[in-house]
C-alpha cells in the first residue's frame, strides 16, 4: 500500500511539475510571438494604425525606412505596404525599444510566416536604417537592400536610397 501511495504522489508532482514547465514555456512563446492586432489603416510604407484588445495605437516598422509623402516612389511603398497588411491581422514584435518620440509603437510586423519589414527591403521599397538601440535585424536587411539595389528593383531605380546614411 505504501508503493501505491508514493507512486501516486510522484506522480501527482510530475503532473504538477509538468503543468507549470507547461505554463512557463507557454508565456516564453506568447513573449517570442508578440501581440496580434488587427490593422485598420495604412499610413504609409512603413507606419500602420492598428487595434489591440479595442484600443488603437500608431505603429512604426523597426529598423526600415520608406519614402516619404513628397519623395519619388512614395505611392509605390505604401501600394506594396498594403498589399502585405491591409486588412489583416499582424503579430507585433518588439526588439529593444516600446516607442519613438512620438508616441509610436516600434515593431516588427509579421502576417502569418511573412515577415513584413524584410519584405519591404527585400523588394525594395525599404531601405535599412538603425535606429539604436532597435538592431536585431540590421546586419540581415542590409544584406537584403544591397541585393535590391543590385537588381534595381522597386524604389532603387529612383534612387530614393542613395543618401549613404543608414542610421538615424
Known sequence: ?????????????????????????????????????????????????????????????????????????????????EALVEGRTVRLVQDTSDEDRFGRLLRYIYVGDVFVNESLVRDGYAEVVLYQPDDGFYDEFLDLEQAAARNNI???????????????
Request: negative net charge; contains cysteine.
Open 1 to 81: 500500500m505504501k508503493t501505491v501511495w508514493l507512486l501516486i504522489m510522484v506522480s501527482v508532482m510530475l503532473l504538477v511539475g509538468c503543468e507549470e514547465l507547461a505554463d512557463s514555456l507557454e508565456e516564453a512563446n506568447q513573449a517570442q510571438d508578440g501581440e496580434l492586432a488587427q490593422v485598420t489603416r495604412v499610413i504609409d510604407g512603413d507606419t500602420i494604425d492598428v487595434e489591440i484588445d479595442g484600443v488603437e495605437y500608431r505603429v512604426r516598422y523597426v529598423g526600415v525606412n520608406t519614402p516619404e509623402r513628397d519623395e519619388p516612389c512614395y505611392g509605390d511603398a505604401v501600394r506594396a505596404n
Open 154 to 168: 522597386g524604389c532603387h531605380p529612383t534612387g530614393i536610397f542613395d543618401d549613404g546614411n543608414d542610421q538615424r
